[in-house]
């Protein structure tokens, strides 16, 4: 189970879109996700009548690093650390580190 899955709200933490907040949109391996809105380039490209492409500028959205990412707790509206517990059923869950609050999958 990862402490950041596909879906959650997260808070940006370092880098250029520091304290932007985003959705995950994507895993891309292990470490890398894409987030919508955030982390945003401009890439030239080139037409290719072939596959009917057009030429131009695009602005696409790059991988971040999980590293530079903390999830978003709603109650305190503040970036959280994710710790795991098991209950009593024997389910494991994610909880905030701050106030011990089970994570709701939205």
């Given at each position: ?5 596909k879906g959650d709200e997260v808070v940006i933490t370092a880098g250029r879109d520091k ?88």
């Amino acid at each position: 189970m990862n402490k950041i899955c596909k879906g959650d709200e997260v808070v940006i933490t370092a880098g250029r879109d520091k304290n932007k907040r985003g959705t995950v949109r994507a895993w891309l391996d292990e470490n890398r996700i894409i987030i919508d809105g955030i982390n945003l380039v401009k890439k030239h490209v080139k037409p290719n009548p072939m596959k009917g492409e057009q030429g131009g500028i695009l602005t696409k959205e790059m991988p971040i690093s999980i590293s530079n990412v903390s999830l978003f707790n709603p109650l305190t509206q503040k970036a959280d650390r994710v710790g795991f517990r098991t209950l009593d059923d024997g389910r494991k869950v994610r909880v905030f580190k701050s106030n011990g609050e089970i994570i709701v999958k939205a």
